[in-house]
C-alpha cells in the first residue's frame, strides 16, 4: 500500500493544539491592559516556532500554527470581516456543551459583509515563514458557520434576502482564499460542525426552532462552501473537517451522520477529503461511508482529542478494516478526531498525551499503509 505525497496524508491532524500557559496568561494581561499587543503577539511568535518543531519532531507531514493566535476556532477568523460583531445570546436550547456552563460569545450580523482587509492571511505568512519540513496546513470556519451560530435576528434584519448574504458571505471567502493561495498556501481545512451533529435530534429540533428545515439546511451550506472554494486552483487540496463539538473535552451532539446529511453533503461537496470524528460510539458506525463519491479520500478521527487515554494500535487497525469495506483502504487516513484545542481553553489532557496522541496516528499509519 502506498504513501501519500499529497494532502490529506496518511497520519494526519485536524489543526488546533494545546496552548502553552504562558500564552493563556499574557491574553488574559491583554484584556485587563496590564500587556500589550506587541507583547502578546511576539509571545505568539516564539511560541508558534515551539509548536511548529514539535510537529516536525514527531513526524508529522502537515503542519499548523496550532491555532495559537485564535481564542475560538471558527469566531476569531468570521470576526476578521466586517459586518461581524461579538455579543452574548442564547443559539443552543437545550443543544450545549455538556458539563459546561460556559458558552462561545455569539455573532452578531450588524453590517453587510466585506473583507476591507485580510482576516488571517498573516497567521499563514507567518506559518509558512518558519516550517522546515512537511506542508503548512491553513484551516478556516466554513462559512455556514456564521449562518448556525450567528444571532439569527441580527442576520435576518441585516440580511431580508438570504441570498445576498451567502453571495457577499463567500465573497469574502474567495478573497481570504485567494490571497492565501497567492502567499503559497496549497493545503487548506474547512471546519463545520453542522454535518455530524445534524445526526442528534436535539440538534435538530434546535435548527427548527429557528424556523429551519435541516435537510434543506444541508444542501443549502453544501452549496455555500461550493461557493466559497468554487475558484480554487487544482494544486491547491481542500479537505473538510467535522465533528460533533469540541469545547474542554466536551461536545454538543450525539449520533451517527444522518443518512440525509450523507446523502446531501457527501455527494454535493466539491472538496477533495472529508476528515470525520469516529472516536467513540457516539459516531455510530462507518455505514454513511458508502456516500462518499468515488476517489475521495477520508481520514478517519479515531483517535481521541479530548481524553488522555491512549488508544491501542490493534483498535484502531481494526477500525480502519472496519471503514474499508465501504471506502477503499487506499482511500482511508488516519487523524484524531478533532483538534487538541478548539477554544484558547485546550482539552483535558497534557502535551506529553497530545504527542502521544500525534505519535500513534504515525505508527498506525505506518502499520497499515507503510508509511505517512
Not at 493566535?69 to 450545549?96: C, N, P
Not at 497567492?182 to 429540533?205: F, H, N, S
Not at 427548527?208 to 466559497?228: F, H, I, Q, S
Request: with cysteine.
Amino acid at each position: 500500500m502506498a504513501t501519500r505525497n499529497k494532502p490529506p496524508f496518511r497520519a494526519d491532524h485536524v489543526g488546533s493544539l494545546l496552548r502553552p500557559h504562558e500564552l493563556h496568561d499574557l491574553r488574559e494581561k491583554v484584556r485587563q491592559g496590564k500587556a500589550s499587543a506587541a507583547e502578546l503577539k511576539q509571545a505568539e511568535d516564539r511560541l508558534i516556532r515551539e509548536v511548529v518543531k514539535l510537529q516536525e519532531d514527531i513526524g508529522l507531514p502537515s503542519i499548523t500554527d496550532g491555532e495559537f493566535r485564535r481564542d475560538w476556532w471558527h469566531i476569531d477568523f468570521l470576526h476578521g470581516f466586517d459586518g461581524v460583531e461579538l455579543g452574548h445570546g442564547d443559539i443552543y436550547g437545550d443543544a450545549k456543551f455538556k458539563g459546561t456552563r460556559e458558552q462561545p460569545p455569539t455573532m452578531m450580523v450588524t453590517g453587510k459583509l466585506r473583507r476591507s482587509k485580510p482576516s488571517m492571511l498573516e497567521h499563514f505568512k507567518f506559518l509558512k515563514s518558519v516550517v522546515k519540513k512537511g506542508m503548512p496546513k491553513f484551516t478556516m470556519p466554513s462559512p455556514a458557520m456564521l449562518h448556525a451560530r450567528a444571532d439569527r435576528a441580527s442576520l435576518k434584519k441585516t440580511y431580508p434576502d438570504l441570498e445576498l448574504f451567502w453571495a457577499d458571505l463567500t465573497q469574502c471567502y474567495r478573497e481570504e482564499i485567494a490571497d492565501l493561495y497567492k502567499a503559497g498556501c496549497r493545503y487548506l481545512q474547512i471546519d463545520d460542525t453542522t454535518i455530524a451533529m445534524w445526526g442528534d435530534p436535539k440538534v435538530q429540533e434546535q435548527f427548527k426552532k429557528l424556523g429551519d428545515d435541516p435537510k434543506n439546511d444541508a444542501e443549502m451550506y453544501a452549496k455555500a462552501v461550493n461557493a466559497a472554494i468554487r475558484d480554487v486552483p487544482d494544486d491547491m487540496t481542500v479537505a473538510i473537517h467535522t465533528c460533533r463539538g469540541n469545547f474542554k473535552s466536551t461536545w454538543l451532539a450525539s449520533g451517527a451522520y444522518a443518512d440525509f446529511v450523507a446523502e446531501r453533503v457527501f455527494t454535493g461537496l466539491d472538496v477533495d477529503a472529508f476528515f470525520l470524528e469516529y472516536d467513540t460510539e457516539r459516531a455510530g458506525g462507518f455505514e454513511p461511508l458508502r456516500f462518499v463519491p468515488k476517489g475521495k479520500i477520508v481520514v478517519l478521527g479515531l483517535v481521541s482529542s479530548k481524553v488522555p487515554e491512549l488508544e491501542s494500535k490493534d483498535h484502531l487497525e481494526r477500525r480502519i478494516e472496519a471503514a474499508s469495506k465501504y471506502v477503499p483502504l487506499d482511500n482511508l487516513c488516519l487523524s484524531p478526531q478533532c483538534g487538541f484545542s478548539s477554544t484558547h481553553h485546550g482539552n483535558v489532557l497534557s502535551v506529553e498525551q497530545e504527542k502521544a496522541k500525534l505519535r500513534l496516528c504515525i505508527d498506525t499509519a505506518t502499520e497499515v499503509w507503510g508509511g505517512v
